[in-house]
Nanobody, 119 residues
Framework: QVQLVESGGGSVHAGGSLRLSCAAS????????MGWFRQAPGKEREGVAS?????GISYGDSVKGRFTLSKEKNILYLQMNSLNPEDTAMYYC???????????????WGQGTQVIVSS
């Protein structure tokens, strides 16, 4: 049974930083790809960043240059800098075998962690 547990969300002012963590446990072959999605109220879930088993990392256009994804053993990190109010959302860790940008493709999800950025 794959489990993903996020932590690190919170409230910051614009320009601030947060680091999210996602601890994965279970069948690792099924979690070769790990990534972050986010969903703001009234909006669709969008891909933020993902990492393949070979270490290849991809970022969504809205976070490039501000967010950094990294992975150590079974923990996925998302360092978020220069946050702005548009980054306010529930952030979800997700996993599947091969990375895609479509949330419906992902088999495993964490419970989510809230990020609020005030102006």
């Amino acid at each position: 049974q794959v489990q993903l547990v996020e932590s690190g969300g919170g409230s910051v002012h614009a320009g601030g930083s947060l680091r999210l963590s996602c601890a994965a446990s279970g069948y690792y072959y099924s979690t070769s790809c790990m990534g972050w999605f986010r969903q703001a109220p009234g909006k669709e879930r969008e891909g933020v960043a993902s990492i393949e088993i070979d270490g290849g990392i991809s970022y969504g256009d809205s976070v490039k240059g501000r967010f950094t994804l990294s992975k150590e053993k079974n923990i996925l990190y998302l360092q978020m800098n220069s946050l702005n109010p548009e980054d306010t959302a529930m952030y979800y860790c997700a996993a599947r075998r091969i990375c895609t940008w479509y949330s419906n493709d992902y088999n495993y999800w964490g419970q989510g962690t809230q990020v609020i950025v005030s102006s």
